[in-house]
């Protein structure tokens, strides 16, 4: 897998941690533990024992004819992360960091989540290991996403309103800092995405990259062959991470990412500091973070995970926006053609390979990550066509 990343976190110029002193000791204790552990045999079996018990992985990689007839170009292949428990490729993550939260001995895991479905996974875990789980969340969003909140608190987890500030998730990230820094002792931070300062971008690096593991061996056995590319959309960057890993170091595999058009951090980004570590962000005329909007909640972020950074600012992955009118096609195309409702987010992916495919020849080969299954989005969908 890449290996441009440091001890200290860093790819390139981007990455590092840039918290406060106290903070600092905690996310070295942590970064400490996750490399004591994640190479332990013991851990590994564990963390491949849910995976395969209560995700229900290996997810297949699907051949879609109708799809690749459609657009009469190259063949397409989808990765399946649908069909994983709780419908995303977010649980492969929460799964890894509540299995390291359980050796580091803590109590109480706590997390923060913008629309929800960061918030519902850590739930979800949490309910299955027997953790005490308190949810940040803004107020606004709980407000927004009553639903996931219910869902959440079924599960078991606090759910704290964030009233301070403008009621977003910036603010639940504060308050959830905050948290870590009274509370380290039994206290486990969840992040759910590869963002953040050292060791989280990592971390989650680390325990998505099941997804290219995985796509590696079947393409191999189904084709006798590397892909062609690899396309996923970008959030945060985790489940294009995670789709990525095995591929980098294989320079015949083009690696795409893709973004909202009204929040394109990797294509008209610039390097700065959020959140604690640096990567590319979106900054207005004063320099200040730009408010992003996505239709997809799970877009909707104003910097990008530093190795995506890296990987831009290096040449050896491609990132793309789509627009949201051709998000709702691929939306409903993937659905027609092939009997699969994407998530919104994941949609993004398949409108650039919409584009693209017929593009290239048909020897050639493409991969979709499909990051999550669409039924949460469907009202909103619905709302949007019958405008
Ligand atoms: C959260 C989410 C994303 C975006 O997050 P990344 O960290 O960029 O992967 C994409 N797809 C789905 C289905 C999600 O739930």
């Known amino acids: 897998m890449s290996s441009v990343q440091d001890q200290k976190g860093y790819f390139g110029q981007f990455g590092g941690s840039f918290v406060p002193p106290a903070l600092q000791e905690v996310l070295e204790y942590l970064a400490e533990q996750f490399y004591k552990f994640k190479d332990d045999p013991e851990f590994i079996e564990e ?21 690749t007839d459609k657009l009469g170009g190259a063949k397409i292949y989808l ?48 309910a299955m290991f027997g953790m005490d789980s308190v949810v940040y969340m803004g107020a606004e969003d709980t407000r927004r996403q009553a639903l996931n909140v219910f869902r959440m608190e079924l599960l078991g987890a606090k759910v704290v309103a964030v009233e301070k500030g403008q009621g977003r998730l910036k603010d639940a990230v504060d308050e959830a800092l905050n948290d870590l820094v009274q509370n380290y002792k039994n206290t486990f931070y969840l992040l759910g995405s590869a963002v953040g300062p050292h060791p989280f971008p990592t971390m989650v690096k680390h325990f998505q990259s099941v997804i290219s593991e995985e796509s590696k061996r079947q393409i191999l056995e189904k084709e006798g062959c590397l892909p062609n590319a690899v396309i996923a959309s970008v959030g945060g960057g985790s489940n294009a991470i995670g789709a990525f890993a095995h591929y980098i170091d294989e320079p015949s595999v083009r690696i795409i990412g893709v973004e909202p058009d009204q929040a394109a951090t990797l294509t008209e980004g610039v390097p700065a500091v959020i959140h604690g570590f640096k990567c590319l962000v979106l900054l207005d005329e004063e320099g200040n973070p730009k408010p992003t909007y996505s239709i997809a909640a799970g877009l909707d972020y104003p910097g990008i995970g530093p190795e995506h950074s890296y990987l831009k600012e290096s040449g050896r992955a491609e990132y793309y926006t789509v627009s949201n009118e051709e998000v709702l096609e691929a939306f409903q195309v993937l659905s027609k053609t092939e009997g699969i409702i994407p998530a919104l987010e994941s949609a993004h992916a398949v409108a650039y390979a919409i584009k693209l495919a017929p593009t290239l020849p048909k020897e050639q080969i493409l991969i979709i990550n499909i990051s999550g299954r669409g039924d949460k989005d469907v009202e909103q969908v619905f709302n949007m066509l019958k405008k």
Not at 49 to 55: A, F, G, P
Not at 100 to 125: N, Y
């Open 79 to 126: 990765k399946r992360e649908d069909l994983n428990h709780t419908g995303s490729h977010k649980i492969n993550n929460v799964l890894g960091q509540i299995l390291l939260a359980k050796r580091m001995g803590a109590k109480r895991v706590i997390a923060e989540t913008g629309a929800g479905q960061h918030g519902v996974a850590t739930a979800t875990v949490c």
């Open 47 to 67: 963390f491949r024992y849910y995976l395969r018990e209560y995700v229900g992985r290996e997810n297949p990689l699907t051949y879609a004819k109708h799809l």
